[in-house]
């Protein structure tokens, strides 16, 4: 299995090293604003109305690492990796089916379990993640040393990456917790099987089965959407307790996780055609 | 021996294949001839398990399909089966790491006998090499049967004579071959059985030699008899 995964993470490497040299670019000009930013508006300005450094840092606080990703351009960059995985899903399997050659008849044709294909691309779409994740992880700290350099070192705090990270949105993607990450990735596998069920469908039934695929992940919306609702809003005081929610939470991961997967298995093994 | 024992295949409302079934032996050409959508791929695909059918079986020296027996048969449709970016050596190197069965040396002999240079891209390629090269990416394969989609369509003629040569030599030589074709002059020499398919059945399975022996048909004559 490791050979047609590495395969298919070599197909996508490309794409990773695009989204990670772009990720960069557009961040380090939304770091360098928001610092350049900081040191006209606030020191520089207050230095020429005659404000002494110590009343400056004591009216305006240190350059802490909420400021690193105050500019909204900063999570542009994110968004459009998250579109781009998003788009990746569907186009990990399609392109091997498009164009004027099609691969799909020789992954079919390998003599091994056509599970494998399933988990390369599986993998792939999630080692992408996860590689972005880190990536991303890694550039707070090149951040910090950026905002260091521009700025003079009295006006700056503590540029902690894991402060960066609770402070903003970035916890959507690396949740400073780690029992939170590992969760936060399991329901996104979980999310990706999801449209691989959408696709394999689709690629079995045609028209018919992206109608069954667009229902299924209706319904499965709806219960939790419908559950959330139920809980929080229509209930002046929640139902279950926290305790409750996390058993309940991991009992329907667990569901969803096992249903998908057998329904996956199913269509790759005896439903899907080139 | 591949048999094939009463398949149906639907698409929806249509039944494409109502009743087939045929045999096809090891050590000969079987030529698999048929109108357009009289389903001479579907029954490629079948046989190779890329197809589900509604009835019927398949059975490939007795026994049933499995992922092994993509050891045993290898299949060559009509379009290419790799990535267009991939150079020939690339593919020969996916092949070795996939196929027990990938043979370099028979590999490498039939790059020199297609003429195909191997640091050559695919994309690059004209239509008559990459029908070559993906027939090569068969071939090259120590199997028992091979099946063959269309390898002469849209080909121009010095390509397609090419291929058709390849047919005599020991690259294929003993091993049983089963080719959906519509050039059937430029083949017909070639060719030990035919099995005539109309409207979802088969009307005719015969050995060519055996034919003109004994009732003095080409296989266009037959063809004639039953199809028009």
């Excluded at chain 2, 026994?63 to 299949?75: D, G, N």
């Amino acid at each position: 299995m490791f050979r047609l995964l590495n395969f298919e993470f070599n197909r996508i490497f490309k794409l990773l090293v695009g989204l990670s040299i772009g990720v960069f670019g557009i961040q380090l000009i939304s770091v360098i604003i928001s610092t350049i930013s900081y040191k006209e508006s606030v020191i520089e300005s207050n230095l020429r109305e005659g404000m002494t450094l110590q009343e400056i840092v004591e009216t305006y606080g240190l350059f802490e690492a909420y400021y690193i990703t105050l500019n909204n351009l900063f999570f542009l960059p994110v968004g459009i990796c998250a579109g781009v995985i998003l788009f990746s899903i569907f186009f990990i399997w399609y392109r091997d089916w498009a164009g004027k050659n099609t691969f799909m008849y020789r992954l079919m044709m390998l003599p091994q379990s056509r599970m494998t294909i399933y988990y390369a691309k599986l993998l792939t779409i999630m080692i992408t993640v996860l590689s972005l994740a880190f990536i991303q992880y890694l550039y707070l700290y090149i951040y910090a040393i950026v905002a260091k350099l521009i700025l003079p070192s009295q006006y700056i705090g503590s540029l902690n990456p894991s402060d960066m990270i609770s402070q903003s949105s970035l916890q959507v993607i690396l949740a400073p917790d780690t029992l939170l990450f590992i969760s936060a990735y399991l329901i996104g596998t979980l999310f990706v099987m999801m449209m691989f069920t959408l696709i394999l469908l689709e690629r079995s039934y045609k028209f018919v089965g992206l109608l069954i695929g667009g229902l299924y992940l209706f319904v499965i919306a709806s219960l939790i959407i419908g559950f959330i609702v139920h809980q929080y809003i229509f209930n002046p005081y929640p139902y279950f307790y926290k305790t409750e929610l996390v058993i309940i939470a991991i009992l329907a991961w667990l569901i969803l996780t096992l249903i998908t997967f057998i329904w996956n298995r199913h269509l790759m093994k005896r439903k899907i055609t080139v | 021996m591949i048999e094939v024992k009463h398949i149906q295949k639907k698409f929806g409302r249509k039944t494409v294949l109502k009743d087939i079934s045929f045999h096809a032996k090891e050590g000969h050409i079987t030529c698999l001839i048929g109108i357009n959508g009289s389903g001479k791929t579907t029954i490629l695909k079948s046989i190779m398990n890329l197809m589900s059918v509604n009835r019927g079986e398949i059975l490939i020296d007795g026994h049933q399909f499995t992922e092994a027996m993509y050891e045993k048969v290898a299949y060559v449709p009509d379009v290419l089966t790799m990535p267009l970016h991939m150079k020939i050596k690339d593919v020969f190197q996916f092949m070795r790491d996939f196929y027990k069965s990938w043979n370099d040396q028979r590999a490498d002999e039939l790059l020199t006998f297609f003429k195909l240079d191997k640091n050559e891209r695919l994309k690059n390629l004209s239509k008559g090499n990459l029908a070559k090269a993906n027939m090569l990416f068969g071939l090259a394969l120590d199997v028992d049967y091979i099946l063959l989609d269309e390898p002469f369509s849209g080909i121009d003629m010095f390509s397609r004579e090419q291929i058709a040569n390849v047919f005599t030599t020991d690259l294929v030589e003993g091993r049983g071959v089963i080719l959906t074709t519509h050039e059937i002059h430029d083949i017909e020499y070639l060719i030990d059985e035919v099995v005539l398919l109309n409207n979802g059945f088969v009307v005719n399975q015969f050995n060519v030699e055996q034919m003109r022996e004994e009732q003095g048909k080409s296989i266009v004559d037959v063809m004639r008899e039953v199809l028009v």
